[in-house]
């Protein structure tokens, strides 16, 4: 890799003052678990390093004043897996924590860190870029694209956002709180991930010289969760598929539905057909499998990924029924 400068900050106010207004002006360090393979593989080269492990602003898991809870940007996977009452009450989040299998990937990877990855596309770990564009062209259009996107590829972005954590917290309405320079705002999960529409943009709504610094999750009282993955390996793999879903009942009835779906566009997407399709209906095989025809109404397909209909498809349904056993 390239050699680069490294700083070891204390505290919040620290980090953020050692950030650039560039990207290549300075990368953020908790796990590592991708920055790492990125710089080794002169796909992404900062000038300096910027170390966030003993920042303690962005540690722990709490509960907040209205009920919710709060989860430091720097908790890791591990972290996350051991407390049993966020296990309980967002069961969606718990099973996508559990679908990285990894133990290495458990104890150094952290929640932050797995909503800010880089793209799996090996178009961009390739060096082709984010958009894997030649002369003006798509080399995924017509290349290897069996684990590109199904979904939301209407613009030139046909890599897959690689979040495990995405779609559930899209799914359990969560809220990130994120720090610059200039003070905090928060974003909602879902308007956190983007689609870049040119190599300068990110797929993340970040700039620069901003951090991400912990997750909010409203009260879970009244709902129920589940994420259901498809995954060729259980072992160190990204899933083919995800359905992460939450619902509100009402006498047996779904009052309030929200579906993401993962790996199948590059940001977690809203399945928002299939909501509407749920309401006022009971949990039952027929009517998990109407909801999940209705996700993957608008899919287009490429030349190679049209096994990931089905396979989301399968996983919204999936993961509707388990939610309610």
């Not at 940007?73 to 924590?97: C, H, Q, S, W």
């Not at 199904?150 to 995405?166: Q, R």
């Not at 009244?222 to 899933?239: A, H, K, L």
């Not at 490429?302 to 993961?319: E, H």
Request: with cysteine.
């Amino acid at each position: 890799m390239e050699a680069f400068a490294y700083a070891n900050p204390t505290s919040l106010k620290e980090a953020i003052a050692s950030l650039g207004t560039n990207w290549d002006d300075a990368a953020i360090l908790a796990g590592g678990t991708d920055l790492i393979t990125l710089m080794k593989q002169y796909v992404y080269s900062p000038k300096k390093v910027v170390n966030i492990k003993g920042i303690k602003e962005l540690k722990g898991i709490e509960r907040t004043g209205d009920g919710g809870f709060r989860i430091g940007a720097a908790v890791t996977i591990d972290e996350l897996l051991k407390n049993r009452i966020l296990g309980e009450e967002f069961p969606a989040l718990r099973m996508a924590a559990k679908g990285i299998t990894s133990p290495q990937m458990r104890h150094m990877g952290t929640v932050g860190g797995d909503l800010c990855q880089r793209p799996r596309c090996w178009y961009f770990r390739n060096g082709f870029g984010l958009l894997a564009l030649k002369d003006g062209k798509s080399l995924v259009a017509d290349g290897e694209n069996q684990y590109h996107a199904i979904l939301g590829h209407n613009g030139k972005a046909f890599f897959v956002s690689a979040s495990s954590f995405g779609p559930a917290l899209v799914a359990c309405g969560a809220k990130l709180k994120i720090a610059s320079p200039s003070g905090e705002r928060e974003v909602s999960a879902e308007d956190f991930f983007r689609i870049p529409a040119s190599e300068t943009e990110r797929e993340v709504d970040l700039k620069p010289n901003e951090i991400l610094t912990e997750i909010l999750l409203p009260v879970s009282r009244g709902t129920i969760s589940s994420t259901y993955e498809v995954r060729q390996r259980e072992v160190f793999d990204w899933p083919l598929a995800t359905a992460s879903v939450m619902l509100r009942m009402s006498g047996g009835k779904v009052s309030e539905a929200r579906i993401a779906l993962g790996h199948v566009a590059p940001k977690p997407w809203r399945a928002t057909a299939a909501e509407q399709a749920l309401k006022g209906q009971t949990i039952n095989e027929e009517t998990a499998g109407k909801a999940g025809e209705a996700a993957v109404a608008g899919a287009q397909p490429l030349s190679q990924n049209g096994y990931k209909v089905q396979l989301a498809k399968t996983a919204v349904k999936r993961a509707l029924l388990a939610a309610k056993a």
